[in-house]
């Protein structure tokens, strides 16, 4: 260590270390071309004692389960689904015709609540927005895959459930609509849409959420972020990060490039429920 | 003799499958307490656990065992996250309240998120690994301030509001202090 005064550099290593730097301060440290390892042990101290510290504290500070749990989803890969519907010589199913519906009958109510609840703002959603950052893998429309005969394959199979999408005042839903097909045991789905605004995939990207009636309704399962392009009706398939037990809602939302574990709820632009 | 099993972060660094979610369990309570005491929001605070978890995943090979622990490597991983995203919350806040000034209106402040303080008897509670030694060699003011920045995310000048202090004195004892640190956790590393 150092005498009484610290030098320069290692003023502004504490510095970024404990509060962070301006931009000149950044280009005056880099100026000095201090070596990373120096710099790296001034804030790997800085860690340490943070971790020591915290380690006396015995409180609830537990990360929420379904926070974790969600956490976990996004990390990984996403769960190896069963093999792909056939399209081939299956005819389209009358979705009101399948005793599937039952379930979905029930959810309805609950839905129509968790879709209260879950539209109301959130107290702690009025701060600013979180900056971007880089963007994580996305689900999105892949060109090379026939997403249009694979959802009617689907919808075709017995158990699937077909819930048009109700458009919010969302400027981005003002012409939109279509619907999703969820297939609950295969654990597969597809969302179609028409009209509905395309997004510039550096700003913002479409985020689809499903509520279970099994989960608790603060961490629906993230459905997979999505790109709308310009053109006219686009099928999405749904790419859930965790098993949905019970779904009674699906709900897509903006939000910033890559998605989000936990959505602020600023912006609903459709939502589908059993209940129509 | 068996050969030493590799940390969690190495386990991370080599792609084993299971070792994410190890990761999530094992280091959750230690990012999420943090990221409460830097976030003005709930909300924020679970953006901000998101981000560390990947930023984590991406350096995970950068940790080196001779040089630190596995917790202090995530705790500065967090850190440094959650710095930034203070700082641009700052920049933003800076912006609105120019604009406020320009339509007269007041920008909303930010409710703080509810998190228990630091025990006033720290310094007994500290377990016997080397940062806490190294804390508890801190004089009392030093190790105020550095623990307030640290643990509590404050800036030099909310610690300087809060401890009555000058913002001089409040950066001098946290550069000293943390100098301090990284000089008795390197002498410690050359020892071991």
């Keep these: 260590m150092s005498a009484a005064r610290p030098e320069r550099w290692e003023e502004l290593a504490c510095d970024a270390a404990l509060v962070g730097l301006d931009e000149a301060e950044r280009a005056e440290l880099a100026a000095l071309a201090v070596p990373d390892d120096d710099l790296l042990a001034i804030e790997l101290a800085a860690g340490e004692i943070a971790a020591a510290a915290l380690a006396t504290v015995s409180d609830d500070a537990s990360l929420p389960p379904m926070l974790g749990a969600a956490i976990v989803a996004r990390l990984g890969p996403a769960p190896a689904g069963p093999p792909p519907a056939r399209a081939d010589g299956v005819a389209r199913r009358a979705p009101k015709a399948s005793p599937a519906w039952l379930p979905w009958a029930l959810a309805a109510a609950a839905a129509i609540l968790a879709v209260y609840g879950w539209t109301r703002p959130r107290p702690e959603a009025t701060a600013p927005p979180a900056p971007s950052r880089d963007p994580e893998p996305v689900a999105s429309i892949d060109a090379g895959r026939d997403t249009f005969a694979e959802r009617a394959a689907l919808l075709a199979r017995p158990g699937a459930a077909e819930l048009p999408w109700k458009a919010t005042k969302d400027e981005a839903a003002k012409a939109a609509s279509g619907e999703v097909v969820w297939h609950a045991e295969l654990q597969r789905g597809f969302m179609r849409f028409r009209g509905l605004a395309p997004n510039d995939p550096t700003k913002a990207q479409y985020q689809l959420w499903i509520f279970d009636a099994e989960r608790d309704d603060a961490y629906p399962v993230d459905g997979g972020v999505f790109d709308v392009g310009p053109g006219g009706e686009v099928v999405v398939p749904i790419e859930a990060k965790l098993k949905v037990g019970r779904a009674k809602l699906f709900a897509v939302t903006v939000e910033k490039p890559g998605g989000v574990v936990v959505s602020k709820r600023e912006r609903i632009v459709l939502t589908a429920a059993p209940s129509g | ?192």
């Design chain 2, 1 to 192: 003799m068996n050969p030493p099993r590799d940390t969690l972060l190495e386990r991370i660094a080599k792609g084993e499958a299971d070792a994410k979610r190890a990761c999530v369990e094992r280091f959750g309570a230690l990012v999420w307490s943090l990221a409460r005491r830097h976030s003005p929001t709930p909300a924020d605070a679970e953006d901000a656990v998101q981000e560390i978890f990947m930023d984590l995943m991406r350096s995970a090979a950068r940790f080196d065992p001779t040089k630190g622990t596995e917790n202090g490597f995530v705790a500065m991983v967090a850190r440094r996250r959650l710095i930034d995203l203070a700082r641009r919350r700052a920049a933003r806040r800076e912006e609105a309240r120019k604009d406020a000034e320009g339509s007269g209106t007041d920008s909303d402040p930010e409710v703080a998120a509810a998190v228990p303080s630091l025990p006033a008897d720290l310094e007994e509670k500290l377990d016997a690994s080397r940062a806490a030694r190294a804390i508890a060699a801190l004089g009392a003011e030093e190790r105020d301030v550095l623990l307030l920045a640290t643990v509590e995310g404050l800036t030099y000048a909310e610690i300087a509001e809060r401890k009555n202090l000058p913002l001089g004195t409040v950066k001098t004892y946290a550069r000293r202090g943390l100098l301090s640190v990284r000089a008795r956790l390197s002498e410690a590393e050359v020892r071991s």
